[in-house]
């Protein structure tokens, strides 16, 4: 189990994480302002989706302190989601590691930071060093937006997850059938059974995989992620953060 602020990741029911989507850094803020207000337990800011940070026309710094101030209790997840796994950064592997890199100097200003596992081996390694010496968790990522994995490229992948530095792995899949949903959930099973040893999250996307945000406990998922609203869906099957709310609360007392 991992700690962060007042929040214990794999005890009781999954920690909610919330994006921040906001295309401005004055949308941003509201939406810290909301976050705080919230059931979520976790804020991520997607920075990848505020031009004015990519840009460079808004200080990055500046503006997770001023995140920071208007969350409150709650925790920070910094995120730049590249093109590659879904996302708006269109960088190379150098700029992507120098913004994450100015993010953990804002350390305790964030609390976790998403390091994608495409960023290859050495950047991996030297940023999941410098979470850990920042006192910030991190998570490594790999996304596929367009098709779930065979079985064997599954488990290959939470194996080379589990052996990076990183705290928690993440493996988010597009489903083209209902039988690649259930081919995640024995994936689950797998690393419940010794694949991997890391508190992880496995999310299966899309209206066919929705199933798999509402029902993360039951898949060993250390958090789940939902929207503030409708309108601020940050990935495909996402429902609102008090709807998740009640449906883990609910399942977890079947």
């Known amino acids: 189990m991992i700690k962060v602020r007042d929040i214990t990741l794999g005890e009781g029911i999954p920690a909610i ?68 796994e879904g996302g708006a950064a269109d960088i190379d592997e150098e700029a ?37 010496r920042t006192g910030v968790v991190s998570v490594i990522s790999s996304h596929d937006f367009e098709k779930t994995p065979e079985d064997p490229e599954l488990e290959a992948l939470a194996e080379t997850l589990d052996k990076t530095g990183g705290d928690i792995a993440k493996i988010a899949v597009m489903p083209q059938s209902t039988e690649d949903v259930e081919r995640i959930r024995a994936l689950a099973d797998k690393i419940k059974n010794g694949l991997m040893k890391k508190p992880y999250l496995l999310i299966s996307m899309g209206e066919t995989g929705k199933e798999t945000r509402l029902d993360a406990g039951a898949l060993g998922s250390v958090m789940t992620f939902g929207a503030l609203t409708e309108k601020q869906l940050s990935a495909p099957g996402q429902v609102t953060v008090s709807e998740l709310k009640k449906e883990l609360l609910r399942r977890s007392r079947l």
């Open 17 to 84: 994480c919330v994006p921040l989507t906001g295309a401005t850094a004055e949308e941003v803020l509201v939406q810290a302002e909301q976050a705080a207000l919230s059931e979520a337990d976790i804020a991520e800011w997607r920075a990848d989706l505020c031009g004015e940070v990519m840009t460079g026309t808004c200080g990055m710094p500046q503006l997770i302190r001023e995140i920071r101030e208007r969350l409150g209790d709650k925790a920070l997840l910094f995120t730049v989601r590249t093109k590659k």
């Open 96 to 132: 992507y590691k120098a913004l994450l890199e100015e993010a953990l100097k804002e350390a305790p200003g964030i609390d976790m930071i998403d390091i994608e596992l495409s960023a290859g081996e050495t950047a991996v390694s030297e940023l999941t060093k410098e979470a850990k």
